[in-house]
């Protein structure tokens, strides 16, 4: 069954902006925490934002000021605005519930020079 699905990746400009959809199943998203993360070739996956079910936010501190994580609990929706992005913010991006530990399968993110 579909639980994770990303969506929004693509190709922008560095400076530019995009803003990333995850939609979960309910059963998965129900208020728990959920987060977004990133691979970029040859490195490992990182944290770059979480959210509670209440709301509180966590970042990276590279993309502080920079990215925003919201949620719609209504919606079964997370969503991550980025803005300002940089060459090497190029990656895979992940949503990721983080209690039952499940992923989506991810977006390509490139951000051109």
């Known amino acids: 069954q579909v639980q994770l699905v990303e969506s929004g990746g693509g190709l922008v400009q560095a400076g530019g902006s995009l803003r990333l959809s995850c939609a979960a199943s309910a059963s998965i998203f129900r208020f728990n925490p959920m987060g977004w993360y990133r691979q970029a070739p040859g490195k490992q996956r990182e944290m770059v934002a979480t959210i509670t079910g209440g709301g509180s936010t966590n970042y990276a501190d590279s993309v502080k000021g920079r990215f925003t994580i919201s949620r719609d609990n209504a919606k079964n929706m997370v969503y991550l605005q980025m803005n300002s992005l940089k060459p090497e913010e190029t990656a895979v991006y992940y949503c990721?519930?983080?209690?039952?530990?499940?992923w989506g399968q991810g977006t390509q993110v490139t951000v051109s020079s």
């Open positions: 990721r519930a983080l209690v039952s530990g499940v």
